[in-house]
């Protein structure tokens, strides 16, 4: 695993994906900080925190697309599937690999806390709690990436894919709410990825959306383990 994770980090930086991530995450976080809390001299950050779900839901498909399709593309997922190693171990190698860069840009969002308390006393645990909460959904929406990007060896395929799979995720609240039927509607808020990450942003730590991110991100990286072992016997 630790091979894979060091060529795929090697490889976010040997091409523009890795610095295109990073500078497009810090510059909207750099417009949303100010409109929210500069110009406006407002020490709380959960405006900020709020509308980070919708960049990371625009990013981490460019983030993730060429995880495996790449290696479809090139053929060298033939080299991965029959090497002395595991699927399981290749899949987080990757995993790893592109949650340390969305990790590097989320980083940005710890220095402005820095640069808030300057200004005031901003609560502690619940910056935290968002920058936990940032964490949890973005390692979930990398899994998802990832899951989509095992499905086609054409990046554009798989960025567009999980794009389309992200915004179900988020909002599968509104999407529940078109079916009336309350128990579905109730299912899909359940299910919302967004509806989840928002509590963060209203100071509300809750174990169980903890352990929600937890299971998706899990959950994912099992299915792509799968898609590749059918690949490998296919």
């Known amino acids: ?5 060091r060529r795929e980090v090697k490889a976010y930086f040997t091409s523009p994906i890795g610095y295109i991530f990073i500078a497009a995450f810090f510059a909207y976080c750099g417009i949303m900080f100010s409109y929210y809390s500069l110009n406006s001299g407002y020490t709380k950050l959960d405006s900020l925190f709020s509308s980070l779900l919708t960049i990371i839901i625009v990013l981490i498909p460019i983030l993730t697309m060429r995880t495996i399709s790449e290696e479809k593309r090139s053929r060298t997922d033939q080299c991965l599937l029959t090497a002395p190693i595991s699927l399981g171990s290749i899949v987080a190698g990757k995993f790893l690999a592109a949650f340390l860069i969305y990790v590097i840009a989320v980083s940005i969002t710890a220095v402005m ?5 300057a200004f005031g006393q901003p609560d502690w645990n619940v910056i935290v709690g968002n920058i936990a909460a940032l964490l949890l959904v973005g390692g979930a929406y ?10 086609t060896e054409n990046q554009v395929v ?5 794009f389309v799979a992200l915004i179900a995720a988020s909002f599968m609240t509104t999407i529940g709410d078109l079916i009336p039927v309350n128990a579905i509607q109730t299912v899909f ?25 937890l299971s998706a991100i899990a959950a994912f990286l099992f299915l792509t383990v799968r898609v590749l072992e059918k690949r490998r016997w296919g």
Do not use: P
């Open 1 to 5: 695993m630790g091979a894979i994770f």
């Open 113 to 117: 806390a820095v640069v808030v308390s």
């Open 142 to 151: 990398i899994a998802i990436g990832i899951f989509c990007s095992s499905f």
């Open 158 to 162: 798989a960025a567009v894919v999980s």
């Open 189 to 213: 808020q359940k299910v919302s990825f967004g509806e989840r990450y928002y509590a963060f942003t209203y100071g509300l730590f809750d174990f169980s959306n903890v352990v929600f991110f």
